[in-house]
């Protein structure tokens, strides 16, 4: 079982970058990385995917070092609307559902 | 492309009262979750559905919850009789074949147990 360590919360202004580091020690081979973000009275909604090295998409980029025992999601230029709850997961394919794990996420806070 | 569906978005019901909360996936999505959130917990994954199948139940708290999914569409959780416990939210969510793969989550259902 993948477990996920995260920073309870983190705070910033607008217009900075923001880096939420988690670390899984414990990753399996076929383990994917996986960032999910949570707004106040919605679901999850899937943010980013990655094995290793760096992914990039129009929301985020995920670096991934070789070790791959840690995942780093950074948010570039925050607005007030990227204050939300970050979950970072790990499981793979073949894994059971019941087996990803959400953690407590980190809280983000974004101050104008 | 309409997302995942979750009625009734809010839910008060006395203990010993029954409630069935409903979930429509995505269409053509074989895979649906079950999740909830209790009072200051983390979301916990209750089950997951293969179109009609369990494939795994080992989340649902005790007997008290039922899931279906007949047909390999829509899915109800009833909890029948509800306790004070079981308040919190429940999510539901849904991705095509692969499990584990970015899952689409619903609204979520709040549940509130007097």
């Known amino acids: 079982l993948a477990k996920t360590t995260q920073p309870i919360s983190m705070d910033s202004y607008e217009g900075q970058e923001v880096n939420i580091t988690c670390s899984h020690n414990n990753i399996a081979t076929n383990d994917y990385i996986t960032w999910y973000q949570q707004f106040p009275s919605q679901g999850p909604r899937f943010i980013i995917q990655?094995?290793?090295t760096k992914v990039t998409n129009e929301v985020a980029s995920l670096f991934i070092p070789a070790d791959r025992k840690s995942s780093t999601l950074s948010l570039p230029r925050v607005s007030l609307s990227d204050t939300a709850v970050y979950y970072c997961?790990?499981?793979?394919?073949?894994?059971?559902?019941?087996?990803?794990?959400f953690g407590s996420g980190t809280r983000l806070s974004i101050r104008p | 492309e309409a997302g995942v569906t979750q009625f009734p978005s809010h839910s008060v019901i006395e203990k010993g009262q029954t409630v069935t909360l409903r979930c429509d996936p995505i269409s053509g999505h074989d895979n649906l979750y079950w999740y909830r959130r209790v009072m200051g917990k983390e979301i916990k994954f209750l089950l997951h559905f293969v179109k009609e199948s369990k494939q795994d139940e080992s989340g649902m708290p005790n007997n008290r919850f039922l899931a279906e999914r007949t047909g390999g569409t829509y899915s109800t959780l009833k909890v029948q009789p509800a306790e004070l416990e079981d308040s919190g939210v429940y999510f539901c969510?849904?991705?095509?074949?692969?499990?584990?793969?970015?899952?689409?989550f619903g609204s979520g259902t709040q549940l509130s147990v007097l």
């Open positions: 990655g094995y290793k």
């Open positions: 969510a849904s991705s095509q074949q692969l499990r584990n793969e970015k899952l689409f």
């Open positions: 997961l790990v499981g793979s394919p073949d894994s059971s559902a019941s087996k990803i794990i």
